[in-house]
């Protein structure tokens, strides 16, 4: 127990780095993950790709899966992928529990022996899944030896189920074309990014409660608010800066955490410590001395254009200031963030601005039902909350909620985007922006309008019938690249179901098989109209 558990009353330390499941907290994001692991599983083929930042929680969250896995699943997991391809055939082997000759250095007889036993416990109506972490760091070689692996079936299964876990260059490493066979056979991929701002404290008071105490109060709001900025919402980095947090309110007597001790503790853990002993003191005083001679020269510029000059064609005049049309153009030239107005101004703003761009009439005094003024207008409203990857996916114009410093929402128009830029519109003011900027004040929310099929009537479920399962059916052709069929289903089938599974997987969409908006919106991409988009399907994004 360290020195400021039994200080505060812990059970055991809240803020531990180890991916321990017990702490597991089921973002929305991280519920995601969890989603396409436990769909990629079932459908026993191919690959399970998950991706995300150092610290994004990805392996926390492979070890919560473990834990709901049924007794007849066999789990082989390789911890480091730095190997030789003989020495990963030896690694699964001992994994799973295989026996070979001792001292066998034949890839053959390694991988003969990998098939009996898959051959066995497939016969025992079991199943295998080898779980590889820190997948970036495979050679070529060792990958392409991975996809040999999945070609051991049987005539109805796939003998071999495989979870990739990496880091983002493992999604640029699998884009090689000598990869292109293997990326081709992942079934399943989602990138987990980082924690909502909203979600943040939600995680602090989860962790503290599994750790034995009441939530609420070992944090103050402020401190709070400020965590998601220092860390960026990354899990491991917010446990490490709250570990250091707590560290430092023990050391100072306090029962809470406020915002300049976490300030303090997450420049202690980047490292920007402040010079100690007489170093500190020397760069203290040179900064006093440095500020005291700004004082004075800003005095002297000041008396200089004040006092009553000669006229002298000789001499220029010192410098106008800018005019205030000319400062507000340098402003936008240099500020990248929005100007932050009221909440509700800049809600007014972002709605007339979306309306503006489907080229229907939004009125300011109905804000409350901005989205039956929409369907008034034969357009339908989804909001939700989101990641940047989905709203790729549906490319629609969106209404972002945003906080400020203080916390406080306000609300602007993401109108397009383009690589890591996105067109960021307030009112008037638009201006290009870099994504991970906007990300850091995005909580998340975000509100789109979108065309509605004339078959559309409600969601399609399992065994709905009606003019939408035909929709779906030619969409879902189109999409796979085949031919529309001369005849529709009736029924939305299993078979079908599987299909919107199977798209719904490879568009970052949970994969439920009903047929709802989001799937419809991105279904809809197909059709060629002239709806406002964020960008151009054929075109990079």
């Known amino acids: 127990m360290t020195m400021y558990e039994e200080f505060f009353g812990f059970t055991k330390k809240p803020f531990s780095i180890v991916p321990d499941p017990a702490f597991f907290f089921l973002s929305e994001r991280h519920r995601e993950a969890m989603a396409h692991l436990v769909y990629g599983i079932k459908s026993e083929g191919g690959f399970v790709l998950i991706t995300g930042e150092i610290g994004a929680g990805k392996t926390t969250a492979c070890r919560r899966l473990l834990e709901q896995l049924p007794e007849e699943i066999e789990v082989a997991i390789i911890f480091n992928p730095k190997l030789t391809v003989e ?73 071999l189920q495989m979870i990739m876990i990496g880091q983002p260059e493992l999604i640029d490493l699998l884009s090689q074309p000598q990869l292109r066979q293997l990326s081709q056979r992942i079934t399943a991929r989602y990138h987990l990014g980082p924690l909502f701002p909203i979600e943040v404290p939600l995680y602090v008071d989860h962790r503290l409660a599994e750790a034995g105490v009441a939530r609420g109060h070992l944090f103050s709001p402020a401190a709070l608010k400020k965590l998601f900025r220092l860390s960026g919402g990354l899990p491991r980095l917010i446990n490490v800066i709250c570990d250091r947090a707590l560290l430092g309110a023990y050391v100072q007597g306090k029962t809470q955490v406020d915002r300049k001790t976490l300030i303090t503790a997450a420049r202690e853990v980047s490292g920007e410590e402040s010079l100690p002993g007489r170093y500190g003191l020397v760069l203290r005083k040179s900064l006093g001395i440095l500020a005291l001679c700004l004082i004075i020269s800003g005095s002297v510029y000041s008396l200089y254009q ?32 929005p100007n932050v107005l009221s909440g509700e101004a800049t809600m007014k703003r972002a709605y007339d601005a979306l309306f503006k761009t489907w080229r229907i009439t939004f009125d300011p005094k109905n804000i409350e039902n901005v989205c039956e003024q929409a369907q008034r207008q034969k357009l339908r409203c989804l909001r939700g909350k989101a990641t940047l990857n989905h709203l790729r996916q549906m490319n629609k114009p969106a209404v972002l909620t945003l906080n400020n410093e203080s916390g406080e929402e ?53 065994g709905g019938r009606g003019p939408m399962v035909a929709w779906v059916e030619n969409q879902l052709a189109r ?7 001369t005849q529709s289903a009736e029924v939305y089938n299993e078979d079908l179901m599987n299909r919107i599974k199977k798209f719904q997987l490879s568009k970052g969409i949970i994969p439920d098989g009903i047929v ?15 709806d406002p988009v964020l960008f151009n399907q054929k075109g990079s994004h």
């Open 87 to 159: 020495e990963l055939l030896e690694t699964i082997c001992d994994e799973f529990g295989i026996r070979y000759p001792e001292g066998n250095q034949s890839n053959k007889i390694f991988i003969d022996r990998i098939n009996e036993y898959l051959l066995d416990l497939r016969a025992k109506g079991r199943q295998a899944v080898l779980i590889l972490e820190e997948a970036q760091n495979l050679k070529p070689e060792v990958l392409e030896q991975i996809r040999l692996l999945t070609n051991l079936e049987t005539n109805e299964h796939k003998l």
């Open 306 to 337: 004040l006092w009553p000059w000669p006229k002298n064609p000789s001499r220029p005049a010192p410098p106008r200031p800018p005019m205030k049309q000319e400062t507000k153009m340098l402003e936008k030239n240099i500020v990248e963030r």
């Open 410 to 462: 306000y609300y602007g128009l993401l109108t397009s985007l383009q690589g890591e830029k996105g067109l960021f519109t307030q009112g008037e003011d638009s201006r290009t922006m870099d994504l991970k900027e906007l990300v850091k004040s995005w909580s998340g929310k975000y509100l789109i309008l979108w065309r509605v099929p004339p078959e559309y009537e409600k969601d399609l479920n399992l």
């Open 479 to 485: 999409t796979e690249g085949q031919a529309v069929p």
């Open 516 to 530: 709802g908006p989001r799937t419809i919106i991105v279904l809809s991409a197909q059709d060629g109209n002239a």
